[in-house]
């Protein structure tokens, strides 16, 4: 059951209710009977649906708790009609039937969003692994389009106005049609004009508009009232919201170009790029996809806002297109305002001198005059010169104006401020990887079989590997995902040393396109790097070897997106149990660890992220003397992004912590299309061979853990 006093759906709809009388919406209904009234739906819902309807405005009108056939009409029925959807078709047309804006069918307010939609497109992402498109953009200036900066950096790289390039093998277009009927007519992203350092905005470059399409015009002043809005975008499926009720408010119609009414509801503080932005606020339906949505002014026909997020159920979050219109750099960038904008200073102002300081220090260097093989440009001794050369340097971080202190450091493209190492393909002749005849028994490398079609194969002196190896381990990389299929270590108790942690690098053997570098990474709410293989693992032999081992941890490969909150107390505990017992006892122990790839795990800030991880862990018992291997696994799917945002905001913090399983290697085996050999026959678990994980322990203490 579900009391009305804390229900999301009902107190959304209080604030989007029509108003009744003087006094405003639901919370000035008095009488049930004008509640039932002012709630029920303008369209009548499907005969099978119609009795839940009518007893869920009864409960809502007297106060009383919904059962969840009641909560799914609320927000399945009932919300969707005071917040609709609207198809855009053929030659630009658009009509709804829902009572509460047919205004938008005709007159003033229809011809100004219909001037709109033409300027309207999604952002095709041609190329790349997991994503068809990412958003949305519309038309700002001459051959400029204004989309979200979490949409750029799906296909390039940089911040601020300079240094901006596409990722390795990464290419964007427009569509400006793709609509539910049909159409469809792309042109290309030439160049990156700009990635905004402060708000979640960028700028593309589009050649060859055409003259039918006008750009639009950005509002340079906050709107007085609470205006009617029309979100134009293309609003997709998101597995992280209820699909039934997604598939009635969107009829099952997803990727395509729609107009979503509603209002613009003031101004509201929220997180974006790791810092407070004050954002207009709206309540249209939206969904992923819908990110870089024109938020319009149906009363004026301006931008009011550029649509980047929201809170299911809460509210929707836009960059104010007054305060960019109080932006030196937006509009000397060519984008099209209504009226004359006002160049002020705002507290991006840091955010800009810093990221420019950044790209200078990093792009140039400045030499003497006489400088074999170069010419002397200007006046004095000195000369500028361009060169490939990436720098990492740390600044003071910037003051915000009229803040009065410190503002945090801007996270760079991908959401930190991570320079990986790149070290020659030479460096790696000496790593031996993981050894099978290291416990004595004999523990052969785990083998892709379901699909095999997928492991990453490279060239290197001549033949072609699958193994990347590392000091005392080697991963296996997935091509299609660019993520490891596993990481396999071993861990010698008796030479294991400390060692302070390195930079993170990328592995020069493979295409750089191939390693996850800072995509999904970042400060909360997007991932930390996980190690498969834990870093202190291959820290042990001599002194170089155990330095090599840290090194080698840091690479990309051998890391998965996983939330901050993800590893529980009894997960860590494990890891923690195997390395520190091998330490006291002198130990010698091999650990095998890899995420599972499902077709259905979600695609996250352009990363298709693993939810489940198995472990297992083989050693040589210290009473038998046998050798002995258990499995385990755990998932992270409560600490993903929840279910109720569209785009996440702020740090997020796991609702529950999850639990560890030990399962049965055969199961891991079925679960994970890898083969371990017969280590499933030292499992004390050996017996259990159901893929599902019957039988499976959950774990809340160590001593709950079977090795014989």
């Not at 997020?309 to 509009?331: E, H, K, Q, S, W």
């Not at 945090?408 to 190492?421: K, T």
Request: one cysteine or more.
């Amino acid at each position: 059951m579900s009391d009305t006093g804390d229900n999301p759906a009902i107190g959304f709809l209080k604030r989007i209710a029509p108003a009744a009388g003087q006094g405003g919406g639901l919370e000035a209904m008095t009488a049930p009977g004008a509640a039932l009234e002012m709630l029920a739906p303008s369209v009548p819902a499907p005969d099978a649906l119609q009795p839940v309807v009518d007893r869920t405005l009864a409960k809502i009108a007297e106060n009383r708790a919904l059962d969840s056939h009641e909560s799914f009409a609320l927000e399945a029925i009932i919300i969707p009609d005071k917040r609709p959807v609207i198809d855009v078709l053929s030659g630009n047309q658009f009509r709804t039937d829902h009572a509460l804006w047919q205004h938008f069918n005709g007159g003033p307010a229809h011809d100004r969003i219909a001037a709109a939609v033409p300027a309207v497109g999604r952002v095709e992402l041609p190329g790349h692994p997991s994503l068809a498109y990412g958003g949305t953009g519309f038309v700002v200036g001459h051959n400029l389009l204004m989309t979200n900066r979490h949409i750029a950096e799906l296909f390039a790289s940089g911040l601020g106005t300079r240094n901006l390039a596409f990722l390795p093998d990464r290419r964007a277009g427009v569509d400006f049609e793709q609509r539910a009927d049909g159409g469809s007519f792309v042109l290309a992203v030439s160049r990156v004009v700009m990635i905004h350092p402060y708000w979640d905005m960028a700028l593309l470059e589009v050649e060859g508009l055409p003259a039918s399409i006008e750009p639009l015009r950005l509002a340079t002043q906050a709107p007085g009232d609470v205006p009617d809005v029309a979100v134009i975008g293309y609003p997709a499926f998101d597995p992280r919201n209820d699909i039934a009720v997604q598939n009635q408010v969107f009829r099952g119609i997803y990727n395509v170009k729609r107009i979503m009414p509603g209002k613009l509801t003031g101004r509201e503080q929220t997180q974006s790029f790791g810092k407070l932005v004050f954002a207009s606020t709206h309540d249209s339906s939206t969904l992923g996809g819908a990110s870089a949505s024109a938020v319009v002014n149906a009363g004026n026909g301006t931008v009011a806002a550029l649509h980047f997020g929201g809170i299911y159920l809460r509210t929707n979050y836009g960059v104010p297109a007054d305060l960019l219109a109080r932006d030196g750099r937006v509009i000397d960038a060519g984008v099209r305002f209504e009226g004359t904008p006002r160049r002020e200073s705002g507290p991006w102002d840091g955010w800009w001198d810093q990221s420019e300081a950044a790209q200078a220090a990093a792009t140039t260097v400045t030499v003497p005059a006489s400088y074999a093989g170069t010419q002397a440009q200007g006046a004095g001794n000195r000369i500028r010169l361009t060169l490939p050369l990436t720098v990492t340097i740390e600044m003071e971080p910037p003051v915000v104006a009229g803040g009065g202190g410190p503002a945090p450091a801007p996270p760079s493209a991908g959401g930190d401020n991570v320079v990986p190492i790149e070290a020659p393909v030479a460096d790696y002749r000496d790593r031996r990887g993981y050894d099978a005849a290291f416990l004595g028994a004999p523990v052969a490398l785990p083998e892709v079989r379901a699909a095999a079609a997928d492991v990453l194969r490279f060239e290197l002196d001549g033949k072609t590997e699958t193994e990347l190896r590392y000091e005392h381990f080697s991963v296996v990389m997935n091509r299609p995902r660019r993520l490891c299929f596993f990481s396999a270590v071993n861990i010698d108790g008796g030479l294991s040393r400390k060692s302070p942690r390195t930079g993170w690098r990328l592995d020069p053997r493979i295409p750089t396109a191939q390693q996850i570098i800072q995509e999904c990474y970042g400060n909360p709410p997007r991932f930390s790097r996980g190690h498969m293989t834990r870093r202190e693992d291959p820290v042990w032999g001599d002194e170089t070897a155990a330095a090599r081992g840290n090194a080698d941890s840091m690479h990309v490969t051998n890391t998965v997106p996983q939330m901050q909150a993800f590893n529980s107390p009894i997960w860590l505990a494990l890891e923690d149990y195997a390395l520190e017992h091998a330490r006291e006892d002198e130990m010698k122990i091999s650990v095998f660890t890899g995420p599972y790839f499902r077709a259905d795990d979600p695609v996250l800030y352009g990363v298709q992220v693993p939810v489940s991880f198995w472990k297992i862990i083989a050693f040589i018992h210290d009473v038998s003397g046998k050798l002995c291997a258990t499995g385990y696994e755990m998932s992270q799917k409560a600490s993903l992004p929840a279910p109720s945002t569209e785009y996440v905001f702020g740090e997020f913090r796991s609702r529950q912590l999850g639990i560890a399983t030990q399962t049965s290697i055969r199961s891991i085996e079925a679960r994970s299309g890898l083969s371990f050999g017969n280590l499933a026959d030292f499992d004390p678990k050996s017996g259990i061979t159901e893929a599902a994980g019957g039988g499976d322990g959950l774990l809340d203490q160590l001593e709950q853990i079977r090795f014989v």
